[in-house]
């Protein structure tokens, strides 16, 4: 394959990983070109875990443990 060259660009698939607490995750994945000028970063890559699927939950279980409690009675932003 390397030698002969035949390696190609993706710009959508899915990508398994294995995360060391939550197990294995498999999540679709889009690449997308950026047009900005001047800039060291043209690329955007977007994983998502598909709806209903293990990936989903245990994505949701890793953003139980880091994300701050919501609270309604504090504004998302300071006011101006």
């Keep these: 394959m390397w030698v002969s060259h035949d390696v190609r660009i993706r ?3 899915v990508k398994r990983l294995n995360h060391p607490e ?7 994945f889009r690449s ?3 047009p900005v000028p ?8 977007v994983y998502a ?6 990936a ?3 994505l949701k279980l890793l ?3 880091t ?3 919501a609270s309604p009675t504090e504004p998302l932003r300071p006011p101006r």
């Design 63 to 65: 953003a139980s443990w």
């Design 49 to 54: 875990a598909e709806p209903g699927t293990p």
């Design 67 to 69: 994300a701050p409690p």
């Design 11 to 13: 710009f959508e698939g």
């Design 22 to 28: 939550v197990g294995r995750l498999e999540m679709a």
């Design 38 to 45: 001047q800039r060291a970063v043209r690329e955007l890559v």
């Design 56 to 58: 989903e939950d245990r």
């Design 32 to 34: 997308l070109n950026l």
